[in-house]
């Protein structure tokens, strides 16, 4: 049978990417690099104070460079730059080819040789693609999916535009 | 009511992509989801296609064919489809308008249009499986349509 059954999201693990302050509301936040939902949302909480764990929701038919950029967030996470890649992406929706990702890598000072290589690997497509799974299952519908203790909050996102403007 | 497990499927006639006929004999010997969704180019109907064709080489593992449903003419589904660069065929249920979704009790009357409903036939023609949402805007993810197949395998 397949594995697409309904199972709930796994909880902070080993290896997880993970930002903001200790004490802050735990956010596990499933993103696509290509979407600028998913960029507006990540700075809301930032700016709330949230602490939040990405992993990826990159789907090939919501946007053609939604898997390639998760992949490459993945490789650049091995070089350490994983947030500051994050950042430089959804700061600039405008250019997510790979010559502006080569350009975000240089930048950084990170190896664009070895992001080139590390980009194709078979464990940072399996993470990848284990993320969006694992998202499905969990009933994520769209970009982002954003799960607090445990649930999805299909309303957070707006709760918190509210906050901002209030 | 969306029809229940175990009715039979009533006869209907879909139109395909191509513009000939989709009847009940084209879901008899293979297992087939029905998937009625309001609009093309809606936002929740965008995502449910997407979401959907994310999961369709697990679909095929276990056989099941997937169809998009609605009121929209043949062309707005295919430019729909190919916008979206997905798979999932779509069949038109627009003139009468909405004849096949009230038969299958998958049309959502206050507003005129499909409602979101999911529609698994087994090789029999019989229901095995079937979801109408709480309303059209509620969108079933994947995991649900995998629990429905898991709690329907035959034997």
């Known amino acids: 049978m397949s594995d697409l059954r309904s199972a709930p999201v796994p909880p902070l693990r080993p290896g997880d990417h993970v930002r903001g302050p200790q004490d802050g509301m735990l956010v596990l936040f499933y993103g696509d690099f290509a979407c600028p939902r998913c960029a507006v949302a990540a700075l809301r909480l930032r700016h709330a104070g949230a602490r939040v764990v990405f992993r990826h929701f990159a789907l090939r038919a919501k946007h053609e460079r939604a898997v390639a950029l998760a992949h490459a967030a993945e490789a650049v996470a091995r070089q350490g730059a994983f947030w500051a890649f994050h950042d430089a992406l959804y700061a600039d929706q405008g250019r997510l080819d790979d010559p502006h990702l080569w350009e975000r890598c240089r930048a950084l000072g990170l190896d664009v040789d070895r992001f080139q290589v590390d980009r194709r690997d078979a464990g940072v497509v399996e993470r990848v693609r284990g993320d969006v799974r694992e998202a499905l299952r969990a009933g994520a519908t769209t970009t982002p999916a954003l799960f607090v203790d445990g649930r999805l909050d299909p309303g957070l996102h707006g709760r918190l535009a509210g906050a901002v403007q209030g | ?155």
């Open chain 2, 1 to 155: 009511m969306i029809l229940a497990p175990g009715t039979d499927v009533p006869d209907f006639t879909l139109r395909r992509e191509d513009g000939s006929e989709f009847t009940r004999e084209d879901l008899l010997g293979r297992t087939t989801l029905l998937v009625f969704y309001p609009f093309a180019f809606s936002p929740v109907c965008t995502d449910q296609l997407q979401i959907y064709d994310e999961a369709r080489e697990d679909f095929a593992a276990q056989g099941v064919t997937l169809y998009g449903v609605s009121t929209d003419p043949s062309y707005s589904q295919i430019a729909f489809r190919e916008k979206l660069g997905v798979d999932i065929e779509q069949l038109s249920d627009f003139e009468p308008k909405g004849t096949v979704a009230r038969a299958f009790g998958a049309y959502f009357e206050p507003r005129g249009m499909t409602n979101r409903a999911l529609v698994l036939v087994g090789p029999d023609g019989k229901v095995r499986w079937s979801h109408l949402a709480d309303s059209p805007s509620d969108l079933p993810g994947v995991g649900l349509i995998f629990d429905g197949l898991a709690a329907t395998a035959p034997g």
